[in-house]
């Protein structure tokens, strides 16, 4: 059973950076695409970026283009996420979820993706 623990999350100033690490155990994730997602108090979960288990067409929504990065390293079970220019609506608490062999999407949520870690705070603020 695949599992996912992410980490790199807290505290930053708007304008800030963060790199968010999702880590795999109990399966290699190089046959996985993997997602990461976000969710807001009071907002559904929403996706933010996908990178490919095959291949390097990643994906990202719109309000995040230009200042995240996804990445993988498969050597190491690994994906991150890099976040530039961070703003305060920005603050989540953020998820990453693989797909075994699945396409590269930002929809479909859990009826996507079936491994999902616990997620780790995200916080822009003053």
């Known amino acids: 059973q695949l599992q996912l623990v992410e980490s790199g999350g807290g505290l930053v100033q708007p304008g800030g950076s963060l790199r968010l690490s999702c880590a795999a155990s109990?399966?290699?994730?190089?046959?996985?695409?993997i997602g990461w997602f976000r969710q807001a108090p009071g907002k559904e979960r929403e996706g933010v970026a996908c990178i490919p288990y095959r291949g390097t067409t990643t994906n990202y929504a719109d309000s995040v283009k230009g200042r995240f990065t996804i990445s993988r390293d498969n050597a190491k079970n690994m994906v991150y996420l890099q976040m530039n220019s961070l703003k305060p609506e920005d603050t989540a608490v953020y998820y990453c979820a693989a797909d075994w062999l699945g396409i590269c999407s930002l929809v479909g949520g859990k009826a996507r993706y079936n491994y999902w870690g616990q997620g780790t705070q995200v916080t822009v603020s003053s």
């Open positions: 109990g399966g290699t994730l190089d046959m996985y695409t």
